[in-house]
């Protein structure tokens, strides 16, 4: 049985204040607090199961949303990775002090991860080969050594507790074995440079996912940071159109997350298959350039595909500036205890870096984050309610065939309350608390993006047919 536990763990963190924080054993039974004191939260979508929040007790509904987490094939479209962390002597079969591996999956209830082949953006004004051939084999040396630390985790390291999937039908089958499920999605198409051949290529080598962009326009799209520093293609270059008819025919999901709105929309006008979102947000909540307008969504539900929402706590909820006072008195603590000012768009220091600390300074910095919570309080950082208020709007927008769950873990994501893979019910238990029954959570958690899986497959084939 997974432990349940409705916020972040403090002593990893040390982002929380004391009020607020529910703890929950392995047996669904709150500590430290009567369940009485606080009614479930029943604000969001109003669907068929909705009275149920409303009528039943706290017992009962952690029963109700514990008995649905065990039944549902949960998936989570989004991790990134260290090759560092797929090796003999440490690896994912162990607890680590990352946000996922397969102890903190077991123990979360969370069946399945797009491991992400990731590969940061350069420029011409960092690297000046960057769209080069000798920057582009950088890349894709980058891209292959992630690739390769997948397939070393999956057929040598833990074998009998993961194995790859290359379809839907993998994914359920493997499931269905007890065993936890992998698969490869590609960050950024930068690491195909202008070889059209590697699309095959990493296709071959198990990615089921493949992004246009990241952080930085690449050779085959804008991305989303164009908002700021200005547009290359203006959408899709000429290459990037090959690569979506290739990915078509292939087999390959189109992601689009990272992308302009221009290449978005394009990307999905274009694609004879659905296209996804791996990782996203609602800007219509978050007006950040990161995520998703109304328009690029209901773009998406005509094309069939499904937006990823994930928990970046950045991307979810727009916080208001600290004090002078409390952002002093912060810089001051973080200086205190050796931690680097957070990455920018992030109001707390990363979690690994807090992992890093001695106990003696992780307990300090507790601490002391405790008192200046008091004394100059800040706007509390984003929760699951935060996350799921997302996966309810676009469920409002669009509908719930074109929904699905995101982490981001290791890039930046985690929000209170789901913080790591060990605390993956902790969103189920929300969506039970909103009202949502067992047949929407499952496509929430999996079921639509499976379907988007199984459809582009079909499209690859009768392509493949007409060659």
Known sequence: MYGHRICATLAVTGILSAAGCSLWSPTGKPVGRNPEQEPPATAGVRVEGSTFAQSYSEEALMKRARDI?????????????SPANFTAERNYSQRLDTQLNLPKM???????????????????????????????????????????????????????????????????RIHATGKKVALIG????????????????????????????????????????????????NGLSPLGKHVIDEMNRLGLMIDVAHASKATMMQSAALSKAPVIASHSGARALCDVSRNMDDEQLLALKKNGGVIQLFAYRSFIKTQKPDSPERAAA?????????????????????????????????????????????????????????????????????????????????????????????ESFNVTLELVRRGYTEEQIAKLWGGNLLRVMDEVLRIAKGLQRQY
Not at 71 to 81: A, E, G, K, N, Y
Not at 159 to 166: G, I, M, N, S, V
Not at 357 to 380: F, M, V
Not at 390 to 409: C, E, R, T, W
């Open 186 to 233: 590609v960050e950024n198409g930068y690491s195909i440079g202008e070889e059209i051949g590697r699309v095959k290529e990493f296709y071959d080598r198990g990615a089921r996912y493949l992004s246009l962009t990241h952080n930085g326009h690449s050779q085959l799209a804008d991305s989303h940071t164009g908002e700021r520093d200005g547009w290359k293609w």
């Open 69 to 81: 987490h065990e039944r549902v094939l949960t998936i989570d479209t989004h991790v990134d990775f």
């Open 330 to 422: 912060l810089a001051a603590l973080r200086k205190e205890v050796g931690l680097s000012e957070p990455a920018p768009g992030q109001r707390e220091p990363r979690r690994n870096a807090l992992a890093k600390l001695t106990p003696e300074q992780r307990t300090a910095y507790i601490n002391n984050l405790a008192e200046i919570d008091k004394r100059y309080p800040g706007d509390p950082s984003a929760t699951v309610k935060d996350f799921v208020d997302h996966i309810d709007y676009a469920v409002k927008l669009i509908g719930i065939d074109h929904a699905g769950i995101a982490s981001d873990f290791e890039g930046g994501g985690g929000v209170t309350g789901w913080d790591d893979a060990a």
């Open 106 to 172: 077991v123990e979360g209830g969370l069946d399945a991860v797009f491991f992400s082949v990731f590969v940061g953006q350069t420029s011409e004004a960092q690297n000046p080969d960057a769209f080069k051939a000798s920057g582009y084999e950088r890349a894709y040396k980058a891209a292959i050594d992630k690739f390769d630390a997948v397939h070393r985790l999956t057929e040598q390291i833990a074998p009998d507790q993961l194995e790859l999937a290359l379809t839907a039908a993998d994914v359920r």
